[in-house]
């Protein structure tokens, strides 16, 4: 999916406990990374997953490479005294004929030095391929997308 658009949907819509459970799933997965749980963040990935996001010149290949990445970045926004807070919405879930999920969503990205007011640092929409192992869901693909650097 490098360099491509996310396919479209192919499906109906999530049926609403299905949506909301997705919906709380997104909820746990970005206040760990804004609370600094790199560890934990890393496990909602595949151990195969993708990760793409623009400025990053290599994209990321399987659980342990996003896993040194968000410690590293976790690590020098700890160290420069930085709050991020990621405000998510317009969610959209497409169920797969593979029985995979389609997940489409913008984020806010926020920034600020402790005890600043928060800034905007960028306005992204993700698309993710959401995979269930077991009683739990997945990121197999994310796709992230900064609205002024999309084509």
Known sequence: MHGETAPPPTGPFADPALYTEITQF???HMA????G?????????????VFEEPGRTNVLRGREAI???????TAELAA??????HWMSNLAVTPQPDGT???TYYSLAMRAPRGER????????CRDALVREGERWLIRHRHVGIDALEK
């Open 101 to 103: 999920l389609r997940a």
């Open 67 to 73: 896993r040194a990445s968000i410690t590293k970045r």
């Open 80 to 85: 420069a005294g930085t709050v991020m807070r």
């Open 118 to 125: 928060p800034d905007i640092f960028a306005h992204v929409v």
């Open 32 to 35: 760990l990374m804004d609370e």
């Open 37 to 49: 749980e790199p560890d934990a963040w890393a496990d909602a990935y595949t151990e195969d997953a």
């Open 26 to 28: 997104y909820a746990w």
